[in-house]
């Protein structure tokens, strides 16, 4: 079994920052893109940022310039800075990733973590 597990959420003030963790637990063979995506309410779920175990990133133009993302491939984790935060940043942001997971011969499996709330106000 698969498990993600988020935090670093939180209530923030505009042009304030927050550090978002996500660890990957579990039989894991291998994991490819590890990813941050994030749901508003009344809106559907959005891509914020992706990287590849190779460490190629990827970012929503909104996010451009103010949030990075990171890895390590040892540690199974992944980690989104987001800085210069905007009330429009406000959303539950949920951890995702490609795993294969139980035996190495097993393909690629989506999974996603439990989410964590972000609220950007003053």
């Known amino acids: 079994q698969v498990q993600l597990v988020e935090s670093g959420g939180g209530l923030v003030q505009p042009g304030g920052s927050l550090r978002l963790s996500c660890a990957a637990s579990?039989?894991?063979?291998?994991?490819?893109?590890m990813g941050w995506y994030r749901q508003a309410p009344g809106k559907e779920r959005e891509r914020v940022a992706t990287?590849?175990?190779?460490?190629?990133?990827n970012y929503a133009d909104s996010v451009k310039g103010r949030f990075t993302i990171s890895r390590d491939n040892a540690a199974n984790t992944v980690v989104l800075q987001m800085n210069s935060l905007k009330p429009e940043d406000t959303a539950v942001y949920y951890c995702?990733?490609?795993?294969?997971?139980?035996?190495?011969?097993?393909?690629?499996?989506?999974?996603w973590g439990q989410g964590t709330q972000v609220t950007v106000s003053s």
């Open positions: 990287i590849t175990n190779g460490g190629n990133t």
């Open positions: 995702n990733a490609d795993i294969v997971s139980g035996a190495y011969y097993r393909p690629l499996f989506n999974y």
């Open positions: 579990g039989s894991i063979f291998r994991i490819g893109v």
